[in-house]
């Protein structure tokens, strides 16, 4: 199972996902209207490594982070 976390101002909780890879799991997670509008915007972190490739593998135990834009000041 893949652990994804949900920051900022994301409105999820934390959920366990089976997923091989990021354009697996962006599949499922697009199906959620709360998090959907959130996935063409935000970073995406692997085990705390920012990553940009959908065909990055996932394995049983990675964390996977949504890190939307922020700004402030």
């Known amino acids: 199972m893949i652990y994804v976390e949900f920051l900022g101002p994301i409105p999820k909780e934390s959920v366990e996902i089976e997923a091989a890879s990021l354009r697996e799991l ?3 997670l697009s199906r959620d209207e709360d998090v959907k509008e959130w996935l063409s915007s935000s970073a995406v972190a ?3 490594t920012l990553v940009s490739s959908l065909d990055t593998k996932l394995k049983s135990g990675d964390r996977v982070s949504l890190l939307p834009p922020v700004c402030g000041g």
């Open 26 to 28: 962006s599949d499922i």
């Open 46 to 48: 692997v085990n705390d």
